[in-house]
C-alpha cells in the first residue's frame, strides 16, 4: 500500500470540513503521527520557563494544537463508528495507543499543570471572561483527575491504565457490533411470521435479496428484531430471538471470542485502580467530580427515591398486563420475550390505536421538515440543504443561518446498516471558537439507526418512523442544538464543551416534549397511502396513551443506573473472578427496585455499552437527572403559553436559547438552569408529564 504524502493527506486539512469522500485507511497513520509530532513541539515550547503565563501566549497555543489532533481523531472514531470495516478498524486499533498515551501524558504534565494554577492565581483572574475562567477552573480539575499530581514513580502506571481502558473499551464495542452483525435469522415460510406488519416483512425480504437469498431475514438491529418482539405471533420465534438479543457478547453467545464477560471485569479493576491512585475510595466518586451531583450516596438516594415513588405504578402496569395476558392472549406465565408483544395488544385494546398505525403517518421527510419548522419558529433561525462531502450516500447535510449568516451545520444519518454501531447520537465534528476575527462555526454529526426505505415491486416506499423514533430524533436533535447554537468563543466551554456530563441530556430530553405537542405533530406528518395529515382523534389517543406503562419503564431506567453506580461504588471486582459476581449484582438491584425481573440468561450487562465503551460509567443516572431538569424547563413553557399564548412561548424559547443554549458550558449547568427558570429544579414536573404525581389508586 502506497502511503500518501502529508501535504496530500484529508486528514491534515482543517481549512473546512471532512473531506469523507477522500479519507483512507492509508491516511491515519501518518496523519496522526504528525499530529502528535506537532502538539508534542508546541507543548515542548509551552513547558520551557515562561517570563509571564497569559492566556494569549499559553492556553491558545495550546487549545489550537491540541484541536487539531482532536478533530482529526475525532474524524477518525466517527467513521470507525458509522462504517466500520476490518481495514479501518485495524488501523483505528493501531492507533488508538499512540493517542491515548498522548491525552494521559498531557493530562499528567506538572509544568502544564503548574502554569494553570498560576493563571488561576493571577490577581487579573477576575477580569478574564466567566467562560476563560471556567475553562481554566476546568483544566486544574482535570489536571488533578489526570494525574498531574501523582509522584513520578506513579505516573506511567497511571498512562499504563489510560492506555488498557482505552483498549478494552474499544474490543467491548467490537464485540457487541460483530455479535449483532453476525447473526442472521432466515425464514421461507412466510405464515411463521403472522402478525408482523407489511412494512417489516418489505424491509426484511429485501435484505434477503441484498444476500442473493429467498424468504426474510432478520438481524439484530433494533428495527429488524424489536418487531419480532412486538408483532409476531409465534411465540417461539419471539423466544428465539429474545435469547439471541440478550445473550449477545456473552459466554451463551454465538462465538467465544465476542464474550465481554472479563472485560467487563478489567474494566472495573482498572477504573477501581484508577480511583485509588487519585486518592478516591472508587470511581464513583472520580465520575462525580466533574458532574453536577456532590456524592454518590446523593446519586444512590434520588435513584431510590424515584425507584420508590415508580414502584406502586410499574406493580399497578404489571398486574394489568399478567392479567390481560392470561385473559385475552392465553398466556398463563408472561415471560420476558412476551412482554413486548403482550404491552401492544393492551395498548392497541386500550387505546384503540396500535404504534404501526401510528407508524403510517411519519415518513421521514416530513418528520425532518417538521423537526425543522420547530426549531426554526422557537429560536429564529433557518435550517436550510447544504452541500458537503459524506461517508455513506444516505447522509444528508444542512446549515443554520441567523439574518443570513452561518451559525453551524449538521450531517443526518438515520439508518441502520451493517458495519454502524446500534443506537442513536450527536457528536461534535468541530466546536465553535474565535480565532483572530475568524469564527469557526460548530458542525455536528447526527446519527440514528432506524429502517431504511424498501424497495417494493420495483419503487423505492420511503421510510417511516414510529413514533418512538421520532422522539429519538428530536431527543439528538436537542443535543445537536446545544452544539450548534452556542455563542461562547472558546472553544473550551463553547457548545457542550465543558457541560457536566449530568446535565448534558437537558436540551435533548427538552426536546423530546415537543413530540407530543399537536401544533408539531399535525406539521410533520403524512399517510403512506393517502397523504393525510394526522388524525387530532388519533393524535389525542397517542397522549392518551403517552404514559402508558410509564411506571414499569421508570423502574427499569433506575434498575439500570443503579447497577450502573453499585458496579463502581462498592463492587469488588478484584475478587470478581466470574461473571457470576456481576450477575449476582444486578439480580441483587432488581430485587430491590424492579418488578419485571428477566431470566437468567439475560445478559443484559454484556452489551451495556453505555458504561462500558461509550462515557456513562458511574454517569448512566444522567438521564434521570437531566430528565428531572428537562421535564421542569419545558413546565417554563407550559406556563407561559398559558399565561400569554404564542407569544409567551416564544419568549421562553428566546430565554431557553439564551440562558442554556448559548452559554454552554461557560457556567455551571445549575447556574444556567436557575437563570432560566428563576429557581432550582424540582421532580414535580417530571412526575406529572410521567403520570406520577398522585398514587395509584
Same mark, same amino acid.
Given at each position: 500500500?502506497?502511503?500518501?504524502?502529508?501535504?496530500?493527506?484529508?486528514?491534515?486539512?482543517?481549512?473546512?470540513?471532512?473531506?469523507?469522500?477522500? /479519507?483512507?485507511?492509508?491516511?491515519?497513520?501518518?496523519? /496522526?503521527?504528525?499530529?502528535?509530532?506537532?502538539?508534542?513541539?508546541?507543548?515542548?515550547?509551552?513547558?520551557?520557563?515562561?517570563?509571564?503565563?497569559?492566556?494569549?501566549?499559553?492556553?491558545?497555543?495550546?487549545?489550537?494544537?491540541?484541536?487539531?489532533?482532536?478533530?482529526?481523531?475525532? =474524524?477518525?472514531?466517527?467513521?470507525?463508528?458509522?462504517?466500520?470495516?476490518?481495514?479501518?478498524?485495524?488501523?483505528?486499533?493501531?492507533?488508538?495507543?499512540?493517542?491515548?498515551?498522548?491525552?494521559?501524558?498531557?493530562?499528567?504534565?506538572?509544568?502544564?499543570?503548574?502554569? %494553570?494554577?498560576?493563571?488561576?492565581?493571577?490577581?487579573?483572574?477576575?477580569?478574564?471572561?466567566?467562560?476563560?475562567?471556567?475553562?481554566?477552573?476546568?483544566?486544574?480539575?482535570?489536571?488533578? !483527575?489526570?494525574?498531574?499530581?501523582?509522584?513520578?514513580?506513579?505516573?506511567?502506571?497511571?498512562?499504563?491504565?489510560?492506555?488498557?481502558?482505552?483498549?478494552?473499551?474499544?474490543?467491548?464495542?467490537?464485540?457487541?457490533?460483530?455479535?449483532?452483525?453476525?447473526?442472521?435469522?432466515?425464514?421461507?415460510?412466510?405464515?411463521?411470521?403472522?402478525?408482523?406488519?407489511?412494512?417489516?416483512?418489505?424491509?426484511?425480504? $429485501?435484505?434477503?435479496?441484498?444476500?442473493?437469498?429467498?424468504?426474510? +431475514?432478520?438481524?439484530?438491529?433494533?428495527?429488524?428484531?424489536?418487531? =419480532?418482539?412486538?408483532?409476531?405471533?409465534?411465540?417461539? !420465534?419471539?423466544?428465539?430471538?429474545?435469547?439471541?438479543?440478550?445473550?449477545?457478547?456473552?459466554?451463551?453467545?454465538?462465538?467465544?471470542?465476542?464474550?465481554?464477560?472479563?472485560?467487563?471485569?478489567?474494566?472495573?479493576?482498572?477504573?477501581?485502580?484508577?480511583?485509588?491512585?487519585?486518592?478516591?475510595?472508587?470511581?464513583?466518586?472520580?465520575?462525580?467530580?466533574? +458532574?453536577?451531583?456532590? *456524592?454518590?450516596?446523593?446519586?444512590?438516594?434520588?435513584?431510590?427515591?424515584?425507584?420508590?415513588?415508580?414502584?406502586?405504578?410499574?406493580?399497578?402496569?404489571?398486574?394489568?398486563?399478567?392479567?390481560?395476558?392470561?385473559?385475552?392472549?392465553?398466556?398463563? +406465565?408472561?415471560?420476558?420475550?412476551?412482554?413486548?408483544?403482550? *404491552?401492544?395488544?393492551?395498548?392497541?385494546?386500550?387505546?384503540?390505536?396500535?404504534?404501526?398505525?401510528?407508524?403510517?403517518?411519519?415518513?421521514?421527510?416530513?418528520?425532518?421538515? $417538521?423537526?425543522?419548522?420547530?426549531?426554526?419558529?422557537?429560536?429564529?433561525?433557518?435550517?436550510?440543504?447544504?452541500?458537503?462531502?459524506?461517508?455513506?450516500?444516505?447522509?444528508?447535510?444542512?446549515?443554520?443561518?441567523?439574518?443570513?449568516?452561518?451559525?453551524?451545520?449538521?450531517?443526518?444519518?438515520?439508518?441502520?446498516?451493517?458495519?454502524?454501531?446500534?443506537?442513536?447520537?450527536?457528536?461534535?465534528?468541530?466546536?465553535?471558537?474565535?480565532?483572530? @476575527?475568524?469564527?469557526?462555526?460548530?458542525?455536528?454529526?447526527?446519527?440514528?439507526?432506524?429502517?431504511?426505505?424498501?424497495?417494493?415491486?420495483?419503487?423505492?416506499?420511503?421510510?417511516?418512523?414510529?413514533?418512538?423514533?421520532?422522539?429519538?430524533?428530536?431527543?439528538?436533535?436537542?443535543?445537536?442544538?446545544?452544539?450548534?447554537?452556542? @455563542?461562547?468563543?472558546?472553544?473550551?466551554?463553547?457548545?457542550?464543551?465543558?457541560?457536566?456530563?449530568?446535565?448534558?441530556?437537558?436540551?435533548?430530553?427538552?426536546?423530546?416534549?415537543?413530540?407530543?405537542?399537536?401544533?408539531?405533530? @399535525?406539521?410533520?406528518?403524512?399517510?403512506?397511502?393517502?397523504?393525510?395529515?394526522?388524525?387530532?382523534?388519533?393524535?389525542?389517543?397517542?397522549?392518551?396513551?403517552?404514559?402508558?406503562?410509564?411506571?414499569?419503564?421508570?423502574?427499569? @431506567?433506575?434498575?439500570? *443506573?443503579?447497577?450502573?453506580?453499585?458496579?463502581?461504588?462498592?463492587?469488588?471486582?478484584?475478587?470478581?473472578?466470574?461473571?457470576?459476581?456481576?450477575?449476582?449484582?444486578?439480580?441483587?438491584?432488581?430485587?430491590?427496585?424492579?418488578?419485571?425481573?428477566?431470566?437468567?440468561?439475560?445478559?443484559?450487562?454484556?452489551?451495556?455499552?453505555?458504561?462500558?465503551?461509550?462515557?456513562?460509567?458511574?454517569? %448512566?443516572?444522567?438521564?434521570?437527572?437531566?430528565?428531572?431538569?428537562?421535564?421542569?424547563?419545558?413546565?417554563?413553557?407550559?406556563?407561559?403559553?398559558?399565561?400569554?399564548?404564542?407569544?409567551?412561548?416564544?419568549?421562553?424559547?428566546?430565554?431557553?436559547?439564551?440562558?442554556?443554549?448559548?452559554?454552554?458550558?461557560?457556567?455551571?449547568?445549575?447556574?444556567?438552569?436557575?437563570?432560566?427558570?428563576?429557581?432550582?429544579?424540582?421532580?414535580?414536573?417530571?412526575?406529572?408529564?410521567?403520570?406520577?404525581?398522585?398514587?395509584?389508586?
Amino acid at each position: 500500500m502506497t502511503t500518501p504524502s502529508l501535504a496530500a493527506n484529508p486528514l491534515l486539512d482543517f481549512s473546512d470540513l471532512p473531506r469523507f469522500d477522500a /479519507i483512507t485507511p492509508a491516511d491515519v497513520t501518518p496523519a /496522526i503521527d504528525s499530529l502528535i509530532a506537532e502538539c508534542s513541539a508546541v507543548l515542548a515550547q509551552l513547558e520551557a520557563p515562561m517570563t509571564e503565563v497569559t492566556w494569549d501566549n499559553f492556553v491558545e497555543p495550546l487549545d489550537l494544537s491540541t484541536e487539531r489532533l482532536g478533530r482529526a481523531w475525532g =474524524i477518525i472514531g466517527h467513521l470507525n463508528g458509522v462504517m466500520d470495516t476490518p481495514e479501518l478498524r485495524a488501523v483505528y486499533n493501531e492507533n488508538q495507543p499512540k493517542v491515548t498515551e498522548f491525552w494521559a501524558a498531557l493530562g499528567q504534565n506538572l509544568a502544564l499543570f503548574e502554569k %494553570y494554577k498560576v493563571l488561576r492565581e493571577r490577581a487579573d483572574f477576575s477580569s478574564l471572561s466567566p467562560a476563560r475562567q471556567k475553562i481554566i477552573d476546568n483544566a486544574v480539575r482535570d489536571f488533578r !483527575l489526570g494525574g498531574a499530581e501523582l509522584p513520578d514513580n506513579l505516573k506511567p502506571r497511571f498512562a499504563e491504565i489510560q492506555e488498557k481502558h482505552a483498549e478494552i473499551s474499544t474490543r467491548f464495542s467490537e464485540n457487541v457490533l460483530d455479535a449483532t452483525n453476525d447473526y442472521a435469522l432466515f425464514i421461507d415460510n412466510a405464515t411463521e411470521l403472522a402478525g408482523l406488519p407489511q412494512d417489516v416483512l418489505d424491509a426484511a425480504r $429485501g435484505a434477503a435479496e441484498k444476500d442473493g437469498k429467498s424468504g426474510y +431475514k432478520f438481524t439484530l438491529h433494533f428495527p429488524s428484531f424489536f418487531p =419480532i418482539l412486538q408483532y409476531a405471533d409465534n411465540r417461539a !420465534l419471539r423466544e428465539q430471538v429474545y435469547r439471541a438479543n440478550v445473550t449477545k457478547a456473552s459466554e451463551l453467545g454465538a462465538k467465544p471470542d465476542w464474550d465481554n464477560t472479563q472485560n467487563i471485569l478489567e474494566l472495573l479493576k482498572l477504573r477501581k485502580e484508577e480511583a485509588q491512585l487519585l486518592g478516591y475510595a472508587n470511581y464513583a466518586e472520580v465520575s462525580l467530580a466533574s +458532574k453536577m451531583a456532590e *456524592s454518590p450516596k446523593q446519586v444512590i438516594d434520588f435513584l431510590l427515591d424515584l425507584g420508590q415513588r415508580a414502584r406502586p405504578f410499574g406493580e399497578q402496569d404489571l398486574e394489568e398486563l399478567r392479567t390481560f395476558a392470561r385473559t385475552e392472549l392465553g398466556l398463563d +406465565k408472561l415471560e420476558s420475550w412476551d412482554v413486548a408483544y403482550a *404491552s401492544e395488544k393492551l395498548r392497541e385494546q386500550r387505546y384503540a390505536f396500535s404504534e404501526q398505525e401510528v407508524k403510517q403517518y411519519f415518513p421521514q421527510t416530513k418528520v425532518t421538515e $417538521g423537526l425543522f419548522r420547530l426549531v426554526q419558529n422557537m429560536f429564529s433561525v433557518e435550517i436550510k440543504p447544504d452541500t458537503a462531502a459524506v461517508w455513506h450516500p444516505d447522509v444528508k447535510f444542512f446549515r443554520i443561518e441567523r439574518n443570513g449568516t452561518l451559525i453551524g451545520q449538521f450531517y443526518l444519518d438515520f439508518y441502520a446498516r451493517s458495519g454502524k454501531r446500534g443506537g442513536a447520537w450527536m457528536d461534535d465534528a468541530r466546536g465553535r471558537r474565535l480565532h483572530g @476575527q475568524q469564527v469557526q462555526t460548530p458542525v455536528a454529526y447526527l446519527t440514528c439507526n432506524f429502517t431504511e426505505p424498501t424497495v417494493v415491486d420495483g419503487k423505492l416506499k420511503p421510510a417511516f418512523f414510529t413514533h418512538d423514533e421520532v422522539i429519538t430524533l428530536f431527543h439528538e436533535f436537542g443535543h445537536g442544538l446545544h452544539h450548534m447554537l452556542t @455563542q461562547v468563543d472558546d472553544i473550551g466551554v463553547s457548545g457542550i464543551s465543558g457541560v457536566e456530563w449530568d446535565a448534558v441530556e437537558l436540551p435533548s430530553q427538552f426536546m423530546e416534549n415537543f413530540c407530543w405537542e399537536w401544533d408539531v405533530l @399535525q406539521h410533520m406528518t403524512a399517510h403512506a397511502d393517502t397523504g393525510a395529515a394526522l388524525p387530532r382523534a388519533l393524535f389525542d389517543k397517542i397522549t392518551a396513551a403517552k404514559n402508558f406503562q410509564s411506571g414499569l419503564q421508570t423502574l427499569r @431506567q433506575v434498575e439500570f *443506573s443503579l447497577f450502573d453506580m453499585l458496579l463502581h461504588h462498592d463492587f469488588d471486582a478484584a475478587s470478581a473472578v466470574e461473571s457470576e459476581s456481576v450477575a449476582a449484582l444486578i439480580d441483587s438491584v432488581r430485587q430491590q427496585v424492579a418488578v419485571l425481573i428477566p431470566p437468567d440468561f439475560n445478559r443484559f450487562q454484556n452489551a451495556f455499552s453505555h458504561i462500558f465503551a461509550g462515557g456513562y460509567a458511574a454517569g %448512566y443516572y444522567s438521564y434521570k437527572w437531566a430528565e428531572v431538569l428537562s421535564a421542569d424547563a419545558y413546565g417554563a413553557f407550559e406556563e407561559a403559553r398559558a399565561a400569554e399564548g404564542d407569544s409567551g412561548y416564544s419568549e421562553a424559547g428566546k430565554r431557553f436559547q439564551r440562558e442554556v443554549l448559548a452559554v454552554g458550558g461557560s457556567r455551571p449547568a445549575l447556574a444556567s438552569f436557575t437563570a432560566f427558570r428563576g429557581r432550582e429544579p424540582n421532580i414535580d414536573a417530571l412526575l406529572r408529564h410521567s403520570g406520577m404525581a398522585t398514587t395509584p389508586g
